[in-house]
Structure formats: C-alpha cells, structure tokens
C-alpha cells in the first residue's frame, strides 16, 4: 500500500472517528432524548434503495443530524467515503499480492483498484464541497450557489458510484475465486453506501 493513502485512510478514519458518539448497552445509538431526530432519518432512508442499510449506518449521528437535510447528506457522504477508503485499502493490498496469471483476476484487481481510487477522490471532493455550502437562511440568502455546489455534488457522487460499478464490471469474465468473490462483495456494499449518499443528497437539494 502506498505510504500517501495509508497515512490518508488513518486521518480520515480518526476524524470520523470523532464524528461517531460512543456505543451504549446493546449498542443502541439512539436514545429516547433523539427518538423523533432518529425518525426523521428513517422517513429519509426510505427514499433510499438501501432503507435498512441507511438506517442502521446513520441512526447513530441523530443527535448530530437533528432534523437537517443537510446535515444528513453530509453525514452519508463522509459515512461513503469511509466505506470506500477502506476497500480501497483493502484492493491496494491483494493487487500488491496478485499475480496477472491468477485466471484474469490480477489485471481485474489492477483496474478495480484504480476505478476505486478515481471513486474515493470523487467522494472526497464531494464531502468538502458539502461542508463548504452554507444554507439559505445561516448568512447566506443566495440560494444559487447552494444549487450549484449541490449539482457538482450529485456529479460527483453519481461517477463514484459508476466508478465503483465498473470496478465489479471488470470482474464478470474472471473465473468464480475466493478473490474475485472478496472483492466484489466489499465493492458492492460500497456501491450501496454510495447509493444511499447520493439519493440523501438529492433529497437535500429537493427540500431546498
């Protein structure tokens, strides 16, 4: 693994890792006090593909979330990207250790790896263009330049998620394997986190 990303996936995970509020008993994330926050991120996940996968991955952050459009985008695109760092980090390491006479696999790793990594730069970039966007309403009464930032998000969250689609694509001529089934099984629960960002992000933009 190059030394730049693994020093990139720890920074991230350490700052969304402060982003997370610690786990109770039966590691219920939400309490009574968020119940009505924890609905409103329910209704919005069941505009979502992946409802139940929305949920439990962002039911934690209601607290943080309240009731903001926004601030749910925000979270499932940071949420996104940490799914997509770490399969990322985990391609970089079996592409390290693939050969390309592997029935076809290595040269599919090869390709998964770098659709992966063209992925991760565009959900990177879409989480800093979400936390520069300011609101309608918090000193900024221009709602323009919040529809133009969010366009450039759905952009790039909806090549993310063609990226991350290529990259299992590449694999339907590689015989059945232990790698080939490892990879586009954590590829495919990344499109779904990808996904579900994406349709919250449209979902922030429709309520403007």
Known sequence: M?????????FFTFTLS????????GDRYVSGDNSGDADFIRASCNATLYPDLCFSSL???????????????RVAVAVALAKAHGAAAYLSHQTAAASDDDSGAGSALHDCFSNLEDAVDEIRGSLK????LKPAGAGNSDS???RFGLSNVLTWMSAALTDEETCTDGFEGVEEGPVKTSVC???TRVKKF????LALVNGFANNL
């Open 194 to 197: 990808t996904s579900n960002a």
């Open 144 to 146: 323009s330049s919040v």
């Open 129 to 132: 263009q979400m936390r520069r």
């Open 59 to 73: 039911s934690r952050y209601a607290a943080a979330v309240q009731s903001s459009h926004a601030a749910l985008a």
């Open 2 to 10: 190059k030394p730049t990303f693994l020093l990139s996936l720890l």
């Open 18 to 25: 402060h982003l997370t509020p610690p786990a109770t008993a």
């Open 185 to 187: 099984d954590r590829v």
